[in-house]
């Protein structure tokens, strides 16, 4: 089957700007993470869904940072006010249920200018 | 909180060769132990996975890490390489608290194989 999308692969703005990055989890699949990996580092968590809400959240490094999830499947984080610091790799994965095996999207590249 | 430390950030083997990628971690819970692997240009896939019982483990392709509680580890092992396994590896411990659930990563390990 189909495994975890996220669009757009890669995403260019200008500091200052707001941006959204959209994961589409495995079908059926309740759970779902945000991870965030800088150049030379491994993933960091950001944000956990347990269906539509935000089970954990204390990943998000500030305000600027906020993700939805309204229907239970699909994602979007988003990010108010970009800054140069910003720029990374966004991961998104989703499993079965809480505590099952996480499964990663191919991710979404955000470059800040 | 939990953390992760791979010793190595470069390894570079010939093929044919025995490889061992380090892996500690820091836990005061119940520990469940990963590793994921990141080929070129694609994302992180589950290599092999330790949640309890027996503490070797074993991937489909030859890897194997073996939990060893004593020494905070769960090192990856593979007693000889091919090409194909150049990637960067990435050794992970769950955190699990008040019903969350959150991946702690290290920084990672690329291994390089030379024909």
């Known amino acids: 089957g189909a495994g975890v999308s996220q669009t757009p692969s890669n995403k260019v703005t200008e500091k200052g700007k707001y941006v959204e990055l959209r994961c589409d989890p495995i079908s059926g699949h309740t759970a779902l993470y945000w991870y965030r990996q800088s150049l030379g580092q491994g993933p960091e968590f950001l944000i956990y869904f347990q269906g539509t809400g935000a089970a954990d959240d204390s990943g998000l490094p500030n305000d600027r940072f906020f993700a939805v999830r309204p229907e239970g499947s699909v994602s979007t984080l988003k990010i108010q006010r970009t800054e140069r610091g910003d720029s990374a790799m966004y991961l998104c994965?989703?499993?079965?249920?809480?505590?099952?095996?996480?499964?990663f999207g191919p991710g979404t590249r955000l470059t800040v200018l | 909180a939990q953390s992760v430390t791979q010793l190595d950030s470069q390894v570079p083997v010939f093929e044919e060769a025995p490889v061992e990628l380090r892996c500690n971690y820091s836990?005061?819970?119940?520990?469940?132990l990963f590793w994921y692997v990141q080929y070129p240009n694609q994302g992180l896939q589950l290599l092999l996975k330790?949640?309890?019982?027996?503490?070797l483990v074993e991937s489909i392709n030859g890897f194997e890490a073996e939990f060893n509680k004593s020494q905070t580890s769960f090192h990856l092992r593979k007693p000889s390489v091919h090409i194909s396994d150049t990637a960067e590896y990435f050794c992970?411990?769950?955190?699990?608290?008040?019903?969350?659930?959150?991946?702690?990563f290290g920084k990672g390990t690329k291994l390089t194989v030379n024909p």
């Open positions: 330790y949640l309890s019982g027996s503490t």
């Open positions: 994965a989703s499993s079965l249920t809480y505590l099952d095996t996480q499964y």
């Open positions: 836990s005061s819970v119940s520990v469940y």
């Open positions: 992970a411990v769950s955190e699990r608290q008040g019903g969350s659930e959150k991946l702690v």
